[in-house]
């Protein structure tokens, strides 16, 4: 009760959850903040019950007289103090961390057919990529555009200058390097972007090509090395703004982010790393000389043995990945070969969203 009555006042006025306050049909508040008494504060607190039955406080404040039930249940949850800021589920508190060696065994991974059909089983394969930052679906029908209905499973597609979707082929004329038989080191796709596709979809149709194997690094993971092996590099990536840009005949885009994104907790939420998007840095030599000392440090962590997780995509593989947090490479292969994915992004709060449903579903009343 002491908690109650010591709660900071405009915080628990705004939870009221009467329905002169919420909207009984959807929750939503009816008012504003500068609607509220600019005195506001608890006069009294005694017993209640909800509509249902359940143990309960009310609260009459002054100096309005307005009156609020708070189910002690809520309270309990969270009172000021009860729970520590857990962030959004972003966050690398909200992760599971990994190396290639700590996957060993247990790829998350989820046949199409029971994807589709079982709720349960798309939910542990959607929890993957929140958790793990991916899961791979096999036995997905080897189609042209199938990669849109993956997407649509969970979400929807976000469109880009590059499409619905992207073949990852070779390319007479290729804008990016990814359309060529190259090699391509441990990156994010589209650091030009505000926002960011956080979400990539990579579907095999063929890969009979020499070479074209792929691999996966946990951006978090490396990140948190970084900070504990060398803290000034981790607070050089996490502070010095990076331009990013990309330009074709018909695009031109910007975004100017750090390469280590971090929430106001100061916990890890994003990774941007693409050395082919860098643009010229425009500061003062000093920060000049400890950005790139720290750049070329996490580089060559991100490329460290036993980080990168290698595989190799077969037809109706699909990937699908936080591109916020996880880098992707593939090997070069030879441009003679028959190597052809289709890629789509999606955004990962549709994902989240329909997992939070599913679980909602599965809750029993």
Request: net charge negative.
């Amino acid at each position: 009760m002491l908690s109650l009555v010591s709660a900071p006042p405009f915080w628990l006025r705004d939870n009221c959850p009467c329905s002169g306050c919420r909207d009984p049909r959807n929750g939503q508040k009816l008012f504003q903040i500068t609607e509220l008494p600019a005195g506001l504060a608890v006069g009294s607190v005694q017993p209640a019950t909800t509509p249902d039955g359940a143990p309960a406080h009310e609260v009459v404040w002054a100096p309005d007289g307005h009156r609020s039930v708070y189910p002690e249940s809520w309270l309990g949850a969270h009172l000021p103090g009860t729970a520590a800021d857990g962030g959004d589920g972003r966050g690398e508190d909200d992760k599971e961390l990994w190396d290639a060696a700590g996957l060993a065994g247990r790829l998350p991974e989820a046949d199409w057919a029971d994807y589709v059909t079982d709720p349960a089983a798309r939910a542990t394969a959607l929890d993957s990529v929140l958790r793990l930052g991916f899961v791979l679906l096999r036995g997905v029908p080897v189609r042209d555009r199938q990669v849109l209905d993956v997407a649509r499973t969970f979400g929807y597609v976000r469109e880009t200058n590059y499409g619905e979707l992207f073949e990852v082929r070779v390319e007479a004329d290729p804008n990016n390097l990814a359309f060529t038989g190259a090699r391509i080191t441990p990156h994010t796709d589209n650091p030009y972007r505000d926002p960011v596709p956080t979400l990539q979809l990579l579907h095999c149709l063929t890969n009979a090509a020499q070479g074209g194997d792929s691999g996966l690094v946990d951006g978090f993971h490396a990140a948190s090395l970084l900070r504990a092996e060398d803290p000034g590099a981790y607070e050089v990536l996490t502070r010095v703004p990076v331009p990013f840009a990309f330009a074709d005949a018909r695009t031109e885009l910007r975004a100017h982010r750090p390469l280590i994104g971090t929430d106001p907790a100061g916990r890890i939420r994003e990774i941007r790393f693409n050395n082919r998007s860098i643009g010229t840095l425009h500061q003062p030599a000093g920060v000049l000389d400890a950005f790139y000392a720290a750049y070329r440090r996490f580089g060559e962590l991100l490329l460290r043995p036993g980080l990168q997780l290698d595989f190799r995509l077969t037809p109706g593989d699909c990937l699908i990945f936080d591109n916020t947090r996880l880098l992707h490479a593939r090997t070069a292969f030879a441009e003679s070969g028959d190597r052809h994915l289709q890629g789509a992004y999606a955004d990962i709060d549709g994902l989240a969203s329909t997992l939070a449903v599913l679980r909602r579903k599965d809750t029993p009343a």
